[in-house]
């Protein structure tokens, strides 16, 4: 980060402050950042619910009137205000002109998902013929590994994180049993080592070598979903092809949040849902990837309409010609307005570019971090005080915008106690707290209010609970 000049984002921030001639913790340091925040216009795009609005918030406790604070956006992105007028208008075209719609107007529906695709191949570092807009992803999990896992009997693992999100330890397990294998022997689990959280970058590239020869497809997060943790996906990849495995990756607490290069890299195949940093609501469409050099060598093993060539599609004669790459595993037409919304979020996404989003989440979750460790270090001299461990690798370099927490005290009654003070983060069993201050729409204020209110939350915790347990 040139900003930084080889600082840390600490002593960034307070060489910012002692030029304003204010202390590190004071607000005129939070206000000073969002004035100098120049992207900070892309806020007013978004729709930002009120506190007085969300269910948990004890009114008794906050102004109601003011925004929430919503460090929640790496499991739900916030709703563009554009996606309503989206919607509306292709609701309103299929009320006039019905059938027509699939192949009239600024965005028909036989192919609307294609007249995006090209923002969303800048945002992952991908050509648009090596990306496709569909499905769910596990159900492109699912189509990429019935692709790419072909097991024999020298090689048949697949190597992913022991605490990998469900679904895709699902996916894994449930591939690995379609091919006759079992997961006891197929599935190879990296995990941390004893006493620690995250998983240590030269134990990845160490596992890799020595079991590479029997892997045949390394399946792993961008960003960890439970630590935070950013992984190395160019080194990963690298090695994984130096032992000859098909590398892969599943992108959906990395896209929006993280610099992406997946062509450049050479990553295989990769696959990402779109409601959490993309902002395209609950359920919104998913996407992946196929590397252009698997485009005529590499072929879906489940085939549908969509993946015929749009030239002949129409034809009707069922002789498959198919797309290559990527567009060759597409199934069926999209959901209009599924692709309404992360339209709107993808047009926001365009007015700028994720080195930008990168430089301020840098700075954002700095801030955030810089705070924690400032009021919420564990004191040896006060050891009924309760205290914050970051899980999150501090290294700039291994961290999206994510910070996990675990506390001193039960998570579950800071968490409600949050709540009531109109934050929006989540919990995530058994003891951690995940807390994510978006680019796109949170403010170095925002921070700085979630601050004080975690600061009430704890004690309030801690008086309603009166026990302690170590994180």
């Not at 004071?26 to 806020?43: N, T, V, W």
């Not at 992984?231 to 929006?256: E, S």
């Not at 050099?293 to 749009?310: C, D, I, M, S, Y």
Request: charged share 25%; net charge neutral; proline share 4%.
């Amino acid at each position: 980060m040139e900003f930084l000049n080889g600082r840390s984002p600490g002593k960034f921030l307070e060489h910012t402050a002692s030029e304003l001639g204010c202390s590190i913790t004071a607000q005129d340091l939070a206000l000073h950042l969002d004035k100098c925040d120049e992207i900070r216009h892309l806020r007013e795009q978004f729709l930002i619910p009120k506190v007085k609005d969300l269910p948990p918030s004890d009114l008794s406790l906050v102004d109601a009137s003011e925004d929430c604070i919503y460090f929640a956006g790496n499991s739900l992105g916030l709703q563009p205000k554009a996606v309503k007028k989206y919607i509306d208008d292709e609701l309103d075209k299929w009320a006039k002109i019905a059938i027509h719609g699939h192949f009239e107007g600024r965005l028909p529906w036989a192919f609307a998902e294609n007249c995006i695709e090209n923002i969303m191949a800048e945002i992952v570092g991908a050509k648009v013929e090596e990306v496709a807009l569909m499905n769910g992803l596990t159900v492109n999990l699912h189509l990429l590994l019935l692709a790419f896992y072909k097991p024999t009997k020298s090689r048949h693992k697949i190597l992913i994180e022991e605490k990998a999100f469900p679904s895709d330890h699902y996916a894994a397990e449930s591939q690995i049993r379609l091919r006759g294998y079992d997961p006891k022997h197929s599935l190879l689990l990296i995990k941390p080592r004893e006493g620690e959280k995250t998983l240590r970058h030269e134990d990845i590239l160490s596992t890799i070598e020595r079991e590479g020869e029997s892997t045949a497809v390394i399946l792993l997060s961008g960003v960890q979903y439970y630590t935070g943790q950013l992984f190395d996906m160019a080194a990963i990849t690298k090695a994984g092809k130096k032992k000859g495995c098909f590398v892969g990756f599943d992108c959906a607490h990395a896209v929006g949040n993280a610099e992406l290069y997946l062509h450049d890299w050479g990553v295989d195949f990769a696959c990402w849902c779109s409601y959490k940093y993309m902002n395209s609501g609950a359920g919104g469409l998913a996407g992946a990837f196929v590397h252009e050099k698997h485009a005529h060598t590499v072929e879906p093993a489940l085939l549908g309409w969509w993946g015929h060539n749009l030239k002949s599609r129409f034809l009707m004669n069922n002789e498959m010609d198919l797309n290559p790459g990527i567009n060759g595993y597409r199934l069926s037409n999209q959901s209009i307005l599924l692709v309404c919304s992360l339209k709107a979020s993808l047009e926001i996404f365009n007015q700028c570019d994720m080195k930008a989003l990168r430089k301020k989440s840098v700075l954002l979750t700095g801030y955030l971090e810089y705070l924690i460790k400032y009021y919420h270090t564990k004191d040896a001299d006060n050891p009924h005080r309760p205290y914050i461990n970051i899980i999150t690798p501090s290294n700039i370099k291994e961290r999206g915008c994510q910070l996990s927490l675990s506390f001193s005290i039960p998570v579950r009654e800071v968490f409600k106690e949050l709540e009531k003070r109109g934050v929006c983060c989540d919990m995530r069993e058994p003891n951690v707290l995940r807390v994510a201050p978006v680019p796109l729409y949170n403010t170095f204020n925002d921070v700085y209010r979630f601050i004080s209110a975690l600061g009430s939350a704890l004690t309030a915790s801690q008086h309603s609970n009166g026990t302690q347990t170590s994180p």
